[in-house]
């Protein structure tokens, strides 16, 4: 596979994660009445507005060049979390198929991220 057609695909396999990070961050910011009474649901209530806005940031942390591995830790981190929820209450994993295409992306773009120096 060629370089320029490595990073077209590490681009667009990156940015469905982010997107819908940005997605579920905006719709937590709007007050959208199923992500509200889901989340109050589950005890987050009072967080809603903090993990809207974490999901913004953290989106648009990993799709700036400069700062797309520490959006990638956020991330994985962020989504884990939302993973175990998910898990423990029976919802599909959604927060798992995210994560992985997020080291796809970003193993895609550079393998040296995770190989040893």
Excluded: C, H
Excluded at 49 to 72: D, M
Excluded at 84 to 95: D, K, L, R, S
Excluded at 99 to 117: E, M, Q, S
Aim: proline share 6%; net charge positive; no cysteine.
């Amino acid at each position: 596979m060629s370089p320029k057609t490595k990073r077209i695909l590490s681009t667009v396999i990156m940015v469905l994660p982010a997107l819908m990070l940005a997605i579920s961050g905006f719709a937590k910011l709007s007050g959208s009445e199923a992500v509200v009474n889901g989340l109050t649901k589950m005890g987050f209530g009072p967080y809603i507005k903090i993990f809207g806005i974490a999901e913004i940031i953290f989106a648009a942390l990993f799709l700036i060049p400069a700062t797309y591995k520490t959006g990638f830790f956020l991330i994985l981190s962020y989504l884990g979390g939302a993973a175990a929820v998910e898990i423990a209450t029976g919802q599909p994993p959604v927060g798992l198929v995210l994560i992985t295409l997020a080291w796809i992306g970003v193993f895609l773009r550079d393998k040296k991220n995770f190989l040893p120096a």
